[in-house]
Every structure is written in structure tokens, then in C-alpha cells.
Nanobody, 120 residues
Framework: QLQFVESGGGLVQPGGSLRLSCAAS????????IGWFRQAPGKEHEGVSC????????YYSDSVKGRFTISRDNAKNTVYLQMNSLKPEDTATYHC?????????????WGQGILVTVSS
């Protein structure tokens, strides 16, 4: 199974910023589409963002569009999620995930998750 090392979560006040990192372990991220997902207590699992391996297209959910940016650093074998203007409703456990091909379809490999808490 593909494995990830996730980092960058923590506690931040509303309006602040965090950058989540998803580093590949034992495989090359460049060959996969990488998505970020989140789930908060009482809420459904939500797709946040994805960067495609096929054409480099980037996708964002309506709730984070304009505030979050997904990027890829092939030299570091890492995908980042820059989160700006954070809101309390962004509080969730965030997971990165990988799939072959485009961002469309199910993701088969998942990180174990990292907690982001946005609170005063």
C-alpha cells in the first residue's frame, strides 16, 4: 500500500494560516493524482482539493475555493495544501489520498490523517 507522511496541522486562530504537507513514502507522487479530504464530528467526509497527475488540473470545493491552494513539489516528493483565512468550520481531520489517473474516481490509498483546529 502507498504510504504518506503528513504534517503541518495544529491549532490556529480564525483568519490564520497553516500549510499541510503530504510526503510520499516508497513511491513517486508525480505519477498519482493527490487529493485532500476532511471530516469533522457530525459532518460528512468531504473532498477539499485535488491536483491531477494527467494534466495538472487543480480542483477545490466551493467551501475552500479562494482560500486554499494545492501544489506539488516533485523534487521533494511532496504535495502541499496551503490554507489561508481559516474559519472555525475548517476544523477537521484532514487526509491526503492518491489514485492513478485523473482526480475523477475513487482514491485507493489514504494517509492516516492530521488534525486542524481553528479556534480563538
Amino acid at each position: 500500500q502507498l504510504q504518506f507522511v503528513e504534517s503541518g496541522g495544529g491549532l490556529v486562530q480564525p483568519g490564520g494560516s497553516l500549510r499541510l504537507s503530504c510526503a510520499a513514502s516508497g513511491f513517486t507522487l508525480d505519477y498519482y493524482s493527490i487529493g485532500w479530504f476532511r471530516q469533522a464530528p457530525g459532518k460528512e467526509h468531504e473532498g477539499v482539493s485535488c491536483i491531477s497527475s494527467s494534466d495538472g488540473s487543480r480542483y477545490y470545493s466551493d467551501s475552500v475555493k479562494g482560500r486554499f491552494t494545492i501544489s506539488r513539489d516533485n523534487a521533494k516528493n511532496t504535495v502541499y495544501l496551503q490554507m489561508n483565512s481559516l474559519k472555525p468550520e475548517d476544523t477537521a481531520t484532514y487526509h491526503c489520498a492518491a489514485r492513478s489517473g485523473s482526480c475523477s474516481g475513487p482514491f485507493g490509498s489514504w494517509g492516516q490523517g492530521i488534525l486542524v483546529t481553528v479556534s480563538s
